[in-house]
């Protein structure tokens, strides 16, 4: 079983910066690939990031794009995924959620929420003007 837990969130000013990190203390091996995800207030959950299982290949979302970078260290027992977050825009606020896919078949899979099969809790980001 995996096991998704995010830290990290927090309030920052615009132009600031936030580290979100996940850990999966599951079933480390079968994961295929990691995401971020979030979820504004009265809005829809929307795709930030993912990164494949080896980490060479990332995808993001165009509002992110140069000021969010993933990654990933794949270590024996745990996989931990990061998310560093640059030149945070008010509009970036939202809950924050870590994700993992056992199975991707296509790149768009890494676009889609319902492709992945485990989350974590969330974790709030405040960007304040």
């Known amino acids: 079983q995996v096991r998704l837990v995010e830290s990290g969130g927090g309030l920052v000013q615009a132009g600031g910066s936030l580290r979100l990190s996940c850990a999966d ?10 995401g971020w995800f979030r979820q504004a207030p009265g809005k829809e959950r929307e795709f930030v990031a993912a990164i494949s299982r080896s980490g ?3 995808y993001y979302t165009d509002s992110v794009k140069g000021r969010f970078t993933i990654s990933r260290d794949n270590a024996e027992n745990t996989v931990m ?32 929420a319902l492709r992945y099969d485990y989350w974590g809790q969330g974790t709030q980001v405040t960007v304040s003007s």
Do not use: F, Q
């Open 81 to 112: 995924v990061y998310l560093e977050m640059d030149s945070l825009k008010p509009e970036d606020t939202a809950v924050y959620s870590c994700s993992a896919a056992m199975t991707i078949y296509s790149n768009m899979y890494y676009y889609t």
């Open 25 to 34: 203390s599951g079933r480390t091996l079968s994961t295929v690939a990691m």
């Open 56 to 58: 060479s290949t990332t």
